[in-house]
């Protein structure tokens, strides 16, 4: 799989592995799988309250670590402690270091949010994290960031489908050399069923997933959908023998409707 280089030199994979809502050994087995199915990056989160099991499946991997990428997230209540919530997710994890820490969402409170991510840069001098970054934000907490640090995060993971593809918030990162990766990849199913996608995974002989993650993958925007079936996690990495044409990523681009299928990071969490 071709990888990507993030600002700081670190290669990322151009496609990754979703861990959100799956559970116990439904969670531990699909982690396996995907490793099988030629996945190395796994996004994980303290939040998905799943680490122990997405760490029992890295546990199965025989090959070299630095061979994986593993991303997981602080939620803002870490805020006050990164080096505990960093210390809690790498021991579920089984892992000395992640390639990857963000803060899941920014919270309200930008004194709180800029302190987490001096103590995110503490973590990544120290060596336990190889690249800071960040998720939920708007521009102006990503220039936050750089005003106060000096240089912008690694990765940006946001919200990014067909139907929702923040392409002013992409095209700012992009000029910045911020990696932006997809969450939410297929609108959670919700843009496979889509006209257009239909027709197009009629004309390559592909499904209406693959025709999907192809688009994210030429975007350079790195698309980590989840799946707990073996079927689906192999459909979904076996995107790399087709292009799509530039017409038909525009016909894809043409399918922006400015309605996002995720919450609201400035209300959401409450209370942060
Ligand atoms: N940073 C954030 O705030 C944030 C927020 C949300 C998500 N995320 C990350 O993004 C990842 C992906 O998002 P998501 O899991 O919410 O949504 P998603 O990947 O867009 O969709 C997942 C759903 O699609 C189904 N699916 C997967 N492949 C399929 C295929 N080829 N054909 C038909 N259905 C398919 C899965 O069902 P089966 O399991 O039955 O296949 C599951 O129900 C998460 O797992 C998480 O790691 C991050």
Redesign the pocket.
């Known amino acids: 799989m071709d990888k990507l280089t993030l600002s700081n030199g670190i290669a990322i994979p151009c496609m990754g592995f ?5 559970f116990d050994d439904v969670i531990t087995s699909a982690v396996r799988m995907a490793l099988e199915a030629g996945y190395r990056y796994i ?3 303290a939040f ?1 309250k799943n680490e122990p099991a997405v760490g029992e499946g890295l546990s199965s991997y025989s090959g070299a670590r630095e061979d994986l990428f593993v991303l997981s ?1 602080a939620w803002p209540s870490a805020f006050e402690d990164m080096e505990a919530a960093f210390g809690c997710t790498a021991k579920d994890l089984r892992l000395e270091y992640l390639d990857a820490y963000i803060i ?2 920014p919270g309200t409170n930008d004194k709180r949010r800029l302190s987490a991510y001096e103590q995110l840069l503490r973590l990544t001098e120290k060596g336990y994290v190889r690249a800071p970054g960040v ?2 934000f708007n521009i102006t907490q990503l220039q936050q960031i750089k005003d106060e640090f000096g240089v912008y995060p690694a990765v940006h ?1 946001i ?1 990014c ?1 067909p139907s929702y593809q923040q392409r002013e918030l992409i095209d700012w990162c992009r000029e910045r050399q911020i990696q932006i990766i997809s ?7 919700k843009d ?1 069923s889509l006209p257009a996608v239909s027709m197009l995974a009629e004309k390559y002989g592909k ?3 693959q025709i999907v993650l192809r688009w994210h993958v030429q975007h350079d925007q790195i698309p ?6 073996r079927d ?1 996690i192999t ?2 990495i076996s995107l790399f023998d087709f292009e799509l044409s530039a017409d038909d990523m525009e016909a894809i681009d043409a399918l922006e409707t400015g309605v996002k299928d ?1 919450l609201d990071a400035s209300k959401f969490p409450a209370g942060f």
């Open positions: 979703g861990c959100y809502n799956a996004d994980s989160a998905y997230k899941h969402w998720s939920n993971e919200e489908h969450y939410e990849p297929l609108n959670r199913t496979l499904t209406p997933a980590i959908p989840k799946s707990g079936n689906r459909e979904n995720g």
